[in-house]
């Protein structure tokens, strides 16, 4: 999830597979499996989508909640889609003074023109873009 805020205007809108493909781990589909845990696999990965959050207003305590979601692919057809999504933004500041993360909510569901339907439920935590984690090394040729 990907959030972009205006606190001049106290809005935050979002999005889930605009930076990257959606990615589903093993530790996502354990809670549909439980103890077929060592089962989970993912037939077809979810690339290509994106989930778009419309701007939702920031509450005086940090809180947002919007109910304007819109699920997009560029190969495929989407004739339907809504959801929600909501979370607060952390009471604890930054180096520039905005807030460290956020957390929260969001689900989508969609259907395709060829009948195809889908959903997405999600958790999500977003740091301020200065304790985002290093990005993983490139392995070495050879290793």
Same mark, same amino acid.
């Given at each position: 999830m990907t959030?972009?805020?205006? $606190?001049?205007?106290g809005t935050v809108a979002g999005c889930i597979g605009c930076v990257g493909d959606i990615a589903l781990e093993r530790?996502?589909?354990?809670?549909i499996l439980g103890w077929r845990r060592s089962e989970a696999a993912v037939e077809?990965?979810?690339t290509g989508y994106e989930i778009? $959050?419309?701007p939702a207003a920031i509450g005086g305590t940090g809180g947002f909640a919007g109910a304007s979601v819109a699920v997009t692919h560029p190969d495929r057809a989407i004739v339907r889609s809504g959801g929600?999504?909501?979370?607060? $933004?952390?009471s604890r500041a930054a180096g520039d003074g905005t807030?460290?993360?956020?957390?929260?909510?969001?689900?989508a569901a969609f259907a395709e023109a060829d009948g195809g339907e889908g959903s997405f439920d999600s958790i999500f935590t977003t740091l301020h873009p200065t304790l985002q984690p290093p990005p993983p090394e490139e392995p070495r040729p050879g290793s």
């Open positions: 959030l972009q805020a205006d $606190f001049a205007a530790e996502h589909l354990s809670a077809h990965p979810p778009r $959050f419309a929600s999504w909501s979370g607060r $933004f952390s807030p460290r993360l956020a957390a929260g909510h969001a689900s």
